[in-house]
C-alpha cells in the first residue's frame, strides 16, 4: 500500500498585523500533518496531530488526530472544476469543513460559513472563495439541529413519602435532508452549467456580483449566496426547471478546465437575463463559444448536450489527488 506524506503548514498571522483595511477571516492553529491513504470509492486524508481553526467569530473549530476525512462535502460531481478536496489552497479549509460535516455538532450555516472564513485566511482569492461557499451550500450537506427542552423526573424518599422533582434538560435533535441528485443528468447539466455562470459573474466582478436571475443581478454578500443557494437547492432538487426555465437565470457553457481557467464574461460586462440567448438550435455554436445564455421553451434536451459527461465522469472517478 502506498503512502503518502503531507505537512501542509498555516501561516500564522495575529490581528494586531492587520492593517485597518485589511478583513480578518480568522487564523489556523498549527500545522495540519497527516496522510493520503487508499480507499473505496475514494482516497481519504488521515490527521497524524489535531489541527484547528479560529474563525473570526470566535469559535474555534477542532479536528481531532486519527481522524480520516474524505472530501465528501465537496460535491464530487465539482472536482473536475475546482479539483480535489486535498488539491490547491483550500485544503485546510476543506479538511475542517469535511469533519464538521460529518459529525454534524454545530449548525448548517456555521459549518458552511467557516469554510469561507478558512478559504480566506488561507489566501484564496475573495471571488473563488465566494463560489465554493456558494456550491457547498448549492451542493453541499444539508441539515437543522434544534433545541428540545425535556423534563427529568428526581424522586426520593422522606420520611416514608416519595417525594418527585422535574428538572429541565436540553437536548439537540438532528436532522439530515438529501443533498441534490447530481447523479441525474439533467440536473447535473442544469447545476453545471448555472455554476459555470455563477463563476463568472463572480471573477468578472471581483467577487462583488453572484448571479443573474430573471429579476435581475444578486449581489454576492455571504447571506445573498446562502439565499440563493437555498432557492436554487430547491430548484434543482424539485427539477423545476424542466417547468420553469427562468428559474435558472443566465447560464454559461460548462468549462470542465478547472477554476483556474474560469474567463470573465465578454467586455468584462455582466450579460442581463433578457439579452441572454435563449438556447435552441440556432444559438448552439455561439453557447459554446462563451455567450450567455437562458432556458426557453424550445431548449429540450439541449442543455445536457452542453456537457462533456466522459470528460467529468473521468475526473471524478480518478484516484489521483
Known amino acids: 500500500m502506498r503512502v503518502l506524506n503531507f505537512l501542509f503548514l498555516a501561516t500564522a498571522m495575529s490581528i494586531s498585523s492587520l492593517s485597518h483595511s485589511e478583513e480578518y477571516f ?14 473505496v470509492p475514494r482516497p481519504k486524508f488521515k490527521l497524524s496531530h489535531e489541527f484547528q481553526f479560529d ?5 474555534v473549530w477542532s ?11 465537496i460535491p464530487q460531481a465539482f472536482w473536475s472544476f475546482i479539483g ?23 449548525t448548517e450555516h456555521d459549518t458552511h460559513r467557516s469554510f469561507y472564513y478558512g478559504m480566506r485566511a488561507a ?16 451542493f453541499g450537506p444539508t441539515w437543522t439541529i434544534t433545541e428540545r427542552v425535556s423534563q427529568k423526573l428526581n424522586c426520593s424518599s422522606v420520611g416514608g413519602q416519595i417525594a418527585c422533582t422535574q428538572t429541565p434538560v436540553m437536548s439537540n435533535k438532528l436532522v439530515s435532508f438529501p443533498s441534490v441528485d447530481l447523479g441525474d443528468p439533467d440536473t447535473l447539466a442544469a447545476a453545471l452549467s448555472k455554476a459555470s455562470a455563477v463563476a ?6 471581483d467577487g462583488e456580483i453572484l448571479d443573474v436571475t430573471a429579476g435581475g443581478q444578486v449581489m454576492a454578500g455571504l447571506d445573498n449566496i446562502s439565499n440563493s443557494a437555498e432557492n436554487y ?34 467586455n468584462n460586462v ?21 455567450e450567455s445564455f437562458r432556458l426557453d421553451s424550445r431548449s429540450g434536451g439541449l442543455l445536457r448536450d452542453r456537457i462533456n459527461f466522459d470528460a467529468l465522469d473521468m475526473k471524478t472517478t480518478s484516484g489521483d489527488l
Open 26 to 39: 480568522g487564523v489556523f492553529l498549527g500545522a495540519l500533518k497527516g496522510e493520503i491513504v487508499p480507499a
Open 55 to 59: 474563525d473570526p467569530n470566535g469559535l
Open 63 to 73: 479536528v481531532p488526530p486519527e481522524v480520516e476525512v474524505d472530501g465528501a462535502s
Open 84 to 106: 480535489g478536496p486535498f488539491e490547491g489552497e483550500y485544503v485546510r479549509a476543506s479538511v475542517i469543513h469535511d469533519y464538521y460535516c460529518d459529525i454534524k455538532t454545530r
Open 123 to 138: 489566501g484564496v482569492e475573495k471571488w473563488k472563495a465566494k463560489f465554493m461557499y456558494w456550491a457547498v451550500e448549492t
Open 200 to 205: 463568472r459573474s463572480l471573477k468578472t466582478s
Open 233 to 266: 437547492r430547491k430548484v434543482f432538487y424539485a427539477q423545476s426547471f424542466k417547468t420553469n426555465p427562468e428559474s435558472l437565470g443566465v447560464l454559461s457553457q460548462w468549462n470542465a478546465a478547472g477554476l483556474d481557467k474560469v474567463e470573465s464574461w465578454d
Open 270 to 290: 455582466i450579460p442581463q437575463y433578457k439579452s441572454s440567448a435563449p438556447l435552441d438550435f440556432s444559438t448552439v455554436a455561439r453557447v459554446r463559444e462563451g
